[in-house]
């Protein structure tokens, strides 16, 4: 009989008592039109469409005005900022905006996970003088994306695959992952109304405000700049993952 360590079991445990039947974004839910809005849900003269979907942006833009905001009351000195396990030294290459358009590109994951991943930052930010600046924007939004698509899609790949879509480590994906499980306290539902919500405050936000400038910096561990790396490793992404967290789910390719 083979022992897990208790973090493993209480990861799959968590997974395995989620309900994720809410979301639901077909036609049959009254905010369809808002769905549609933001590439949440395909219709179906759209379906062989290659654009990325308009959550996509739309995050990049909510996260782009909450970092430049955060770093002005950080300059001014009207905040204090602790240090986390997603700082880097320094801000990557990438926009956020091609960031997130990378992630969904290989990620292959739905896009109602973006919409997740940032009730999941939002949530890990309540902890104390923790802010998204563009130290710690990027790491955060690939882990939360990843959760989420362990949390809500059908199928998703191991965390050697995801750590070369987002530039880092196996090592680090897998510690990031953890620390945010256990900070969010393995807390990974979402009611509908707060998903609906954050949809129509994504719309907003996208309505009243210009972005000025993207994030710039100089790459995650000194990686090469992301948005012109299409080498994804295959013997990587064949190992498609199927159903809700497992035991696997933290493991690299063998």
């Given amino acids: 009989m083979s022992h897990k360590p208790p973090h493993m079991r209480k990861l799959e445990q968590a997974y395995k008592c989620m309900d994720m039947g809410s979301f639901t974004t077909d036609g049959s839910d009254k905010h369809t039109e808002s769905y549609l809005s933001l590439g949440l849900t395909v219709s179906p003269s759209k379906k062989k469409d290659t654009d990325f979907p308009k959550v996509l942006s739309l995050l990049a833009t909510y996260l782009d005005r909450s970092v430049q905001r955060n770093e002005e009351l950080l300059d001014s000195n009207k905040i204090k900022e602790s240090s986390t396990i997603f700082h880097g030294q320094r801000a990557p290459d990438l926009s956020i905006n091609l960031y997130a358009e990378r992630i969904f590109k290989y990620s292959e994951c739905s896009p109602s996970c973006f919409v997740l991943a940032l009730i999941y930052m939002e949530r890990y930010i309540k902890q104390p003088h923790v802010y998204m600046t563009s130290l710690s924007v990027h790491r955060l939004l690939i882990t939360c994306v990843v959760v989420a698509a362990k949390f809500t899609d059908d199928a998703f790949f191991n965390n050697a695959f995801y750590a070369r879509v987002g530039g880092i ?49 100089h790459g995650i561990n000194g990686a090469k700049d992301l948005s012109h790396s299409g080498n994804i490793d295959e013997s990587c992404k064949s190992e498609l993952m199927r159903g809700r967290y497992n035991s696997q789910a933290l493991q690299g390719c063998s």
Wanted: hydrophobic content about 45%; proline content about 2%.
């Fill in 169 to 217: 480590s196996t090592v680090e994906m897998n510690r990031l992952e953890l620390d945010l499980l256990f900070n969010l306290d393995f807390r990974l539902k979402v009611n509908l109304e707060t998903f609906r919500s954050y949809c129509l405050q994504l719309e907003k936000e996208a309505k009243v405000f210009v972005l000025e400038r993207p994030i710039q910096g």
